[in-house]
């Protein structure tokens, strides 16, 4: 069975940055792509950023495009989103969640394609 931790969210204001962490228990980390997904307040989840198995390829939805990175270092089985810039329509809770199945190329950016999820960590973004 595989667990996802997420961590590092929090009450900023407009313009800082932040850090989140997810940590992986299991020994299937390394072979599947990771992404975070976000879910506003009274909105339905959607997603922010995956990376490939080797940390190669990274997929950003435009919203996020030039703010966030995500980055991956499979020894430790942990997967980040540094955030820049953050903008009130940033806050949500940001989920972490481990792909279905290797994929050798741009990780997939559909939620139908990752099966295992973390608890999500809450960001606020004040303006």
């Known amino acids: 069975q595989v667990q996802l931790v997420e961590s590092g969210g929090g009450l900023v204001q407009a313009g800082d940055s932040l850090r989140l962490s997810c940590v992986s228990s299991?020994?299937?980390?390394?072979?599947?792509?990771m992404a975070w997904f976000r879910q506003p307040p009274g909105k339905e989840r959607s997603f922010v950023a995956a990376?490939?198995?080797?940390?190669?390829?990274?997929t950003y939805a435009d919203s996020v495009k030039g703010r966030f990175t995500i980055s991956r270092d499979n020894a430790e089985k942990t997967v980040y989103l540094q955030m820049n810039n953050l903008k009130p329509e940033d806050t949500a809770i940001y989920f972490c969640?481990?792909?279905?199945?290797?994929?050798?190329?741009?990780?997939?950016?559909?939620?139908?394609?990752?099966?295992?999820w973390g608890q999500g960590t809450q960001v606020t973004v004040s303006s």
């Open positions: 969640a481990r792909g279905r199945e290797i994929v050798p190329s741009a990780p997939p950016s559909s939620e139908f394609d990752y099966n295992f």
């Open positions: 299991g020994r299937t980390f390394n072979n599947f792509p």
């Open positions: 990376v490939s198995w080797k940390g190669h390829f990274t």
